[in-house]
């Protein structure tokens, strides 16, 4: 999913789509309130990545379709999505001569989150997502020339089926907004925008029956309907409530402002249960903009999957903790998982910063001569001549960061094995000046969400599903759909998927 030094997306283009969509849909208060009397075949709660499709879907069926958005704009996370998705037998594979199946993507996915993801529903992922790609296609959605790849940032497939489009998530509504525009146009789908989903409506035998929201006038209005959709999203814009889900605080927010959690809520408060929250594994590589928490991203660092590292890593005590060239991100996150406060620091000297590839993902021309510049001004990048002036500007051991730096220097100048298995050793570190740089772990995704069961039915712990409520997307968790381990794609893929499949299941009585 996550590396998004791929979108060629310009503020300007942004506004300029944004404002088209907002002249197409607000709609006056007076026509809210008489929609309000009508009955809904389907209302779908956050017209996002998930609830699109499934609206489309429905609507193309003769389905009466109410998207509620609470934003001004439909699109959610596709805005900032770096828009990867996955699929097998795709249009994009055959033209390159690919052969795969879905046996085999839902092996590689089992295989990278070491069988973390929910079972039924990683199949249903893997059985379905290549006619959702194909699907996008017929409709007009393309992908980079050298597409698909085995990788980008996380664990390789064992088979080229990674696929995303030049403008990242936004190439996905480019396709979406269309459709249903067109359906809006045919009366099939009717938007509310700037409208929020408050409260669910439940009869005294538990079925769902309306939805009670909120409009940006503080009008409370309710809408009844036949089956509810949560697509609203996950909660990794909710500090507070992503803690509390996930016992990690949201150290880095990147993700759409209304992913605040309204949908675990509602789900919850009609008898739903959430479940992924330990799931919860850290992105390797975030330089922080300050120390509070949340922050906001400053730079990041390419991971193993992207560039040989130079560098070592400490952890707060001074101590490496890792093989820094291990094969798997995956391995590395999990292990920068069990770190105090999921800090981890790079250490480098001069030399390598002179001889090594850029180390960091080039966010606004930021270069290995950045580091030197960014060290100049003391925040999360130090420098200073010999070690133990480094460890005491950084906030390390001295000592024991010392000891590091000789240990795995004499590995390396003695040609031994290294302490933790190593095998790309470029450079020793002892030309000074010396530089630390203080990175984090970091998520874009809320690992917790509603528990479903594989008709996408929203259920109670005791497996029985709360009639009419469904969800699909973050909402039911991203461990859900990739485990405990960043699968390529496997946030917008199955969102995208489970939305057109619920779109064309659901039934009108
Ligand atoms: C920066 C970034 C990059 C990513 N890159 C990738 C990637 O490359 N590949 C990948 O697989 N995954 C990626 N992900 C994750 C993926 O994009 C999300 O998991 C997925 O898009 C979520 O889809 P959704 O439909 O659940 O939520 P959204 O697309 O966010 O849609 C939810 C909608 O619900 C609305 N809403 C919220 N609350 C309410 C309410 N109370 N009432 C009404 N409406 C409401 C929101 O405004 C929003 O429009 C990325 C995430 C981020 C943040």
């Not at 929609?35 to 609507?59: N, S």
């Not at 929250?277 to 991971?303: C, I, R």
Request: charged share 20%.
């Amino acid at each position: 999913m996550d590396s998004i030094e791929n979108i060629n997306f310009s503020k300007r283009d942004f506004l300029k789509y944004t404002t088209s969509l907002l002249s197409a849909t607000v709609l006056p208060f007076s026509y809210q309130s008489a929609l309000a009397k009508e009955h809904w075949d389907v209302i779908v709660i956050g017209g996002g990545t998930a609830g699109l499709p499934a609206a489309i879907f429905a609507a193309q069926r003769g389905l009466k379709v109410l998207i509620i958005e609470k934003a001004s704009i439909l699109g959610g996370t596709l805005f900032l999505s770096t828009g990867q998705i996955a699929g097998a037998g795709t249009v994009f594979q055959e033209r390159k001569g690919i052969k795969d199946t879905p046996d085999q993507h839902y092996e590689d996915i089992m295989r990278i989150n070491n069988g973390t993801s929910d079972p039924i529903l990683t199949r249903t992922l893997a059985d379905h997502a290549g006619p959702t790609i194909n699907w996008l296609e017929e409709n007009g959605y393309s992908i980079f020339e050298n597409h698909p790849v085995k990788k980008i940032a996380h664990d390789p497939f064992r088979i080229a089926r990674y696929q995303q489009g030049p403008m990242g998530g936004m190439s996905i509504l480019n396709v979406l907004k269309p459709i249903v525009d067109n359906e809006i146009n045919k009366g099939s789908i009717t938007v509310l925008l700037e409208t929020s989903a408050n409260d669910l409506i439940q009869s005294n035998s538990g079925d769902i029956t309306g939805v009670i929201v909120e409009n940006n006038k503080g009008d409370i209005l309710e809408y009844k309907g036949q089956n509810i959709i949560l697509a609203s999203g996950g909660c990794a814009s909710n500090p507070l409530l992503y803690e509390e889900l996930h016992g990690v605080p949201l150290y880095c927010q990147m993700a759409y402002p209304e992913s605040q959690g309204a949908g675990l809520i509602l789900g919850q408060s009609v008898g739903g249960y959430l479940r992924g929250g330990e799931k919860y594994s850290p992105l390797y590589g975030m330089v922080l903009s300050d120390n509070k928490a949340p922050s906001t991203p400053f730079a990041v660092a390419k991971n193993v999957i992207e560039r040989k590292p130079w560098e070592i890593l400490v952890n707060s005590k001074g101590k490496r903790f890792v093989q820094e060239d291990h094969k798997s991100i995956d391995h590395i996150e999990h292990l920068i998982g069990e770190q105090p406060s999921h800090r981890h620091w790079a250490i480098l000297d001069q030399n390598m910063l002179n001889q090594m590839p850029d180390m960091f993902y080039d966010w606004g021309g930021f270069t290995n001569e950045s580091i030197i510049e960014e060290s100049e001004k003391q925040n999360m990048f130090k420098k200073a001549d010999n070690i133990r002036d480094l460890a005491i500007k950084t906030g390390l051991h001295p000592i024991n960061l010392e000891e590091t730096i000789e240990s795995y220097n004499n590995n390396l100048v003695n040609k031994k094995e290294d302490a933790f298995g190593r095998e790309y050793r470029p450079l020793p570190i002892q030309n000074g000046p010396y530089y630390s740089i203080r990175m984090s772990g970091w998520t874009l995704c809320s690992f917790a969400g509603l528990s479903i069961n594989g008709n996408f039915e929203v259920i109670k712990p005791s497996g029985e599903p709360i009639k009419n409520l469904y969800a699909i997307g973050e909402v039911i968790g991203f461990g859900a759909t990739s485990g405990n381990a960043y699968v390529n794609g496997m946030g917008v893929t199955p969102a995208l998927t489970y939305g057109r499949l619920l779109g064309q299941s659901i039934s009108s009585s």
